[in-house]
């Protein structure tokens, strides 16, 4: 959810090293809503590039499912037809892995 400050959209918001920061003509009037002016005070926010690559990221991580649902109907469809095998050789050396990592080895 966007935070409006000072009257801007997200759209208008100013990111440091995009070239989008707003000129004094596209500022919305400093009139306030009983008809009196705001002081001339403005108040910014400026982000920077590893803030916004950041949000970015979350907004993309955000979009990305967290379960392969092609790879579980494949793993259903196997198991429903009797055809999915199981490596128990590769679940023992994944187990190992997995309990080094837990304890800090490699």
Do not use: C
């Not at 910014?44 to 979009?63: C, K, Q």
């Not at 128990?88 to 997995?98: G, M």
């Amino acid at each position: 959810m966007p935070i409006d400050i000072n009257g801007l959209n997200a759209s208008q918001t100013q990111i440091a090293g995009d070239g989008n920061s707003l000129r004094p003509s596209e500022r919305e009037p400093l009139e306030r809503s009983d008809g009196k002016e705001r002081s001339s005070v403005q108040d910014t926010v400026s982000f920077s590039e590893t803030a916004v690559r950041v949000g970015r990221l979350g907004v993309a991580m955000n979009d990305t499912p967290v379960v392969d649902v092609e790879r579980v109907e494949k793993a259903k469809q196997a198991i429903l037809d009797g055809t999915y095998q199981v490596n128990p050789t590769r679940i023992a050396e994944k187990l190992a892995a997995f309990d080094r990592l837990l304890a800090g080895g490699k």
